[in-house]
């Protein structure tokens, strides 16, 4: 076993093996949780003998860095995620998440070694979660939940909500994952209860994507998302998609919503830098899958790790309140098309098939992408009907049983 860090090259070797533990989310107590929590006193105690300043535990290196660079609590916001979590965190009263020591480490430059000593996973209070406000009857009949011997699941939705969030990495992680914030997009009342078991579902489903690479921050860039819309102009685009987007270290996971809630898409930091994106596909159209998959993945390049890990999208919604949302909106539709292109194209003036086919060949995607953004600009949402691609996406993923709305545990 590894006693101690002697040099340069090791330290970097730990940190190195530190982030890729921390991408694995392992559950304390397990061999790679001992590991990781090695690591981190190895890390800190290089670190106290290499540099300087000592810092000797994550609170006292976070009041350590405000001092240096003068930043009051209120600066601290971005970082942490508000007012009340920044006081109850240098309180004592709120543990570090992976995500603000990622954007502590990343921001501040505080040492990660530092910030991981001492975290440990917060204790599961039975009162603080309403076990039986989950859709366990739906989760059932989706294969979410194996049944259980009786035959009333809701006497036992505690029991089998437990076994359900375990596969987050422990059933402790069912309190933190239940208290994190959520941005969500929408007007209407959405049941909060079944946001959390959706989003869990996408996040577990995420995590057993297999991906080419790990994904690194900076990566989704105007020029990558323009090469995936190229691909919506092949009939198999979707499922494309989710390969391009594995390439890059990026899950895409197409869930049917749970009811009571409005959901088409989300953006989700599972673990410490692993993106998820998640798809309802509720409106079945071609050009609202492209829409809905570039927003989303435009909040993966600007806006998660920044004080938000989860965006929840109710694209039916105009953008307004939160500037994030108008940002991805505005991305999504350049990545699409470029408003330069679009300025130029008889399509911005005219609402004809042979307006919409020109400017799909020139910019080499599908032509409901571009009827779908003339009946948005123009607000007249009946014509080009024949453009949009009315059932052409669910039908791309036939191992998810639509009748139901939930997966087809048969296949």
């Not at 009340?84 to 543990?95: D, G, I, M, N, T």
């Not at 919503?257 to 830098?273: E, F, R, S, V, Y």
């Not at 042979?354 to 009827?371: C, D, F, K, S, T």
């Given at each position: ?64 860095r405000?001092?240096?660079q003068?930043?009051s ?10 007012r ?34 001492g975290?440990?996973e ?10 039986d406000?989950?859709?366990?009857r739906e ?14 699941p ?30 969500v997009?929408?007007?209407?009342a959405?049941?909060?209860?079944a946001?959390?078991a ?33 691909l ?15 390439s ?12 009571h ?9 599972a ?7 998640g ?15 570039m927003?989303?993945l ?15 999208d ?20 350049e ?9 130029r ?14 400017l ?8 409901a992408?571009v ?9 007249s949402y ?12 669910r039908?791309?993923f036939?191992?998810?049983?639509w ?9």
């Amino acid at each position: 076993m590894q006693n101690v860090i002697k040099s340069n090259s090791e330290y970097e070797a730990a940190l190195r093996e530190i982030e890729s533990l921390m991408d694995r989310n392992p559950a304390p107590g397990s061999s790679e949780g001992e590991r990781l929590e090695l690591l981190g006193i190895l890390v800190s105690d290089y670190e106290s003998k290499k540099f300087e300043s000592r810092l000797p535990d994550p609170i006292e290196a976070i009041r350590f860095r405000m001092e240096q660079q003068g930043l009051s609590q209120r600066d601290l916001i971005p970082f942490i995620g508000s007012r009340s979590k920044v006081s109850e965190v240098l309180a004592r009263k709120r543990p570090l998440t992976l995500s603000m020591i990622r954007a502590l480490h990343s921001g501040l430059e505080i040492p990660a070694g530092v910030l991981l000593q001492g975290q440990r996973e917060p204790s599961l209070h039975d009162s603080e979660i309403e076990w039986d406000r989950f859709p366990v009857r739906e989760m059932l009949n989706r294969g979410w939940i194996d049944p259980p011997p009786k035959a009333d699941p809701e006497g036992q939705a505690e029991g089998l909500m437990r076994r359900f969030f375990s596969g987050l990495g422990s059933a402790n992680m069912a309190l933190a994952f239940y208290k994190q914030t959520r941005s969500v997009r929408s007007v209407r009342a959405m049941d909060k209860h079944a946001l959390i078991a959706w989003t869990a579902r996408v996040v577990m489903c995420g995590r057993k994507m297999q991906k080419k690479s790990m994904f690194s921050h900076g990566t989704v860039t105007l020029k990558l998302m323009r090469e995936l819309a190229r691909l919506s102009s092949f009939e198999s685009g979707p499922r494309l998609a989710v390969e391009f987007l594995g390439s890059y270290g990026i899950s895409l996971v197409i869930e049917p919503q749970l009811p009571h809630t409005q959901l088409d898409g989300c953006a989700i930091l599972a673990d410490l830098n692993t993106p998820v994106i998640g798809m309802t596909l509720r409106h079945d159209r071609v050009d609202n899958f492209w829409f809905c998959l570039m927003h989303e993945l435009a909040h993966v390049a600007l806006h998660l790790g920044e004080g938000s890990d989860q965006f929840l999208d109710d694209l039916d919604v105009e953008k307004r309140g939160d500037p994030r949302e108008r940002q991805a909106d505005e991305l999504a539709g350049e990545a699409l098309i470029p408003e330069s292109e679009w300025q130029r194209s008889p399509a911005s003036r005219i609402r004809t098939p042979e307006a919409v086919e020109l400017l799909a060949r020139q910019l080499g995607i599908h032509p409901a992408i571009v009827a779908g953004r003339i009946r948005h600009h123009f607000k007249s949402y009946r014509v080009l009907n024949q453009f949009v691609g009315h059932g052409q996406i669910r039908r791309q993923f036939p191992e998810i049983d639509w009748g139901t709305g939930g997966l087809d545990v048969r296949s």
